[in-house]
């Protein structure tokens, strides 16, 4: 069901590479919401989707533009503006990758060039996007910036690697330039640390099917999906959130407040049964 919560209002989208990704679900919400924006992945990530099609779906422009690039970031945010005839009041980044994790490289032992590649692309491309936003003066007042974090952030979870020390820089920037520029323009930023979810970047983390189970369990209300998040963010989007900024909203069941559940605990009994040891 759609309530118009983002009538009249103009953005852009970061990520989406097919029907799996957060991005491409909040797309579809934000047109159904009633906004109109523009899409944009690195060319690489165009050629390997099928970002077109969720385009002509929501009468959407593509923009290739390099979120690492602060070149193709003005270039974006300038032809974006164009297009859409006016100032954005959305921005969603959904953007995250490790060299090393897809190079098998465990956390002790890290390629540092690569290390940099996945900081960059994770998360200085946030602050890159603000910042040439803000310099070209992009964005409406009461507008809202998202990115999407995990709680690898503040906790450890083995096989998440160096894209805890990205999502950590990234929560970071979201408070540092929430303050800029929520006291200079009204523009709130925030960050949704969303439950494991089986998009293409998450299917090619280590033990990810275990750790989907494992949080699932574990959360009172299971895990969120791809869709709920999209949600999440049409109303982080829309004028009911108008307050809410420097925050890193968890998006994840309970899991984010939990021990241990009834769930889980018997799932973890099991597995010392099957050795031949019982817990009361």
Same mark, same amino acid.
């Given at each position: 069901?759609?309530?118009?919560l983002?009538?009249g209002?103009?953005g852009?989208?970061?990520?989406?590479?097919?029907?799996?990704?957060?991005?491409?679900?909040v797309a579809?919400?934000?047109?159904?919401?009633?906004?109109?924006?523009?899409?944009?992945?690195?060319?690489?990530?165009?050629?390997?989707?099928?970002?077109?099609?969720?385009?002509?779906?929501?009468?959407?422009?593509?923009?290739?533009? +390099?979120? /690492?690039?602060?070149?193709? &970031?003005?270039?974006? @945010? #300038?032809? $974006?503006?164009?297009?859409?005839g %006016?100032?954005?009041?959305?921005?969603?980044?959904?953007?995250?990758?490790?060299?090393?994790?897809r190079?098998?490289?465990?956390?002790?032992?890290?390629?540092?060039?690569?290390?940099n590649?996945?900081?960059?692309?994770?998360?200085?491309?946030f602050?890159?996007?603000?910042?040439?936003?803000?310099?070209l003066?992009?964005?409406?007042?009461?507008?809202?910036?998202?990115?999407?974090?995990?709680?690898?952030a503040?906790?450890?979870?083995?096989?998440?690697n +160096?894209? /805890?020390?990205?999502?950590? &820089?990234?929560?970071? @920037? #979201?408070? $540092?330039?929430?303050?800029?520029? %929520?006291?200079?323009?009204?523009?709130?930023?925030?960050?949704?640390s969303?439950?494991?979810?089986?998009?293409?970047?998450?299917?090619?983390?280590?033990?990810?099917?275990n750790?989907?189970?494992?949080?699932?369990?574990?959360?009172?209300?299971g895990?969120?999906?791809?869709?709920?998040?999209?949600?999440?963010?049409?109303?982080?989007?829309?004028?009911?959130?108008?307050?809410?900024?420097m925050q890193?909203?968890?998006?994840?069941?309970?899991?984010?407040?939990?021990?241990?559940?009834?769930?889980?605990?018997?799932?973890?009994?099991?597995?010392?049964?099957?050795?031949?040891?019982?817990?009361?």
């Amino acid at each position: 069901m759609a309530y118009n919560l983002l009538k009249g209002k103009r953005g852009i989208i970061f990520g989406a590479l097919n029907e799996s990704s957060i991005a491409w679900k909040v797309a579809e919400r934000a047109h159904e919401e009633g906004a109109i924006f523009t899409l944009s992945n690195a060319p690489i990530a165009l050629r390997m989707g099928e970002i077109q099609v969720l385009a002509d779906k929501c009468g959407s422009v593509v923009i290739p533009a +390099d979120a /690492a690039n602060v070149a193709d &970031l003005k270039a974006l @945010i #300038a032809q $974006s503006v164009e297009v859409l005839g %006016g100032k954005l009041d959305f921005i969603l980044h959904s953007i995250g990758m490790s060299p090393n994790v897809r190079k098998g490289r465990h956390y002790s032992d890290l390629d540092y060039d690569l290390l940099n590649r996945t900081l960059d692309v994770s998360a200085v491309s946030f602050h890159k996007v603000l910042q040439t936003a803000r310099k070209l003066d992009a964005i409406n007042e009461w507008g809202s910036v998202l990115a999407l974090s995990y709680i690898a952030a503040q906790r450890t979870f083995y096989g998440y690697n +160096d894209m /805890a020390d990205a999502k950590s &820089l990234l929560e970071s @920037i #979201a408070r $540092s330039f929430g303050y800029i520029y %929520g006291n200079e323009r009204k523009v709130r930023i925030n960050t949704i640390s969303q439950s494991p979810t089986p998009t293409t970047a998450g299917n090619g983390l280590k033990m990810f099917s275990n750790l989907l189970d494992f949080s699932d369990r574990l959360s009172p209300l299971g895990n969120a999906t791809a869709d709920e998040c999209a949600d999440y963010c049409i109303v982080m989007f829309s004028d009911l959130t108008k307050k809410v900024t420097m925050q890193n909203l968890f998006h994840d069941g309970g899991f984010s407040s939990m021990g241990m559940s009834v769930s889980a605990m018997e799932q973890y009994n099991k597995g010392f049964e099957e050795d031949g040891h019982k817990f009361d």
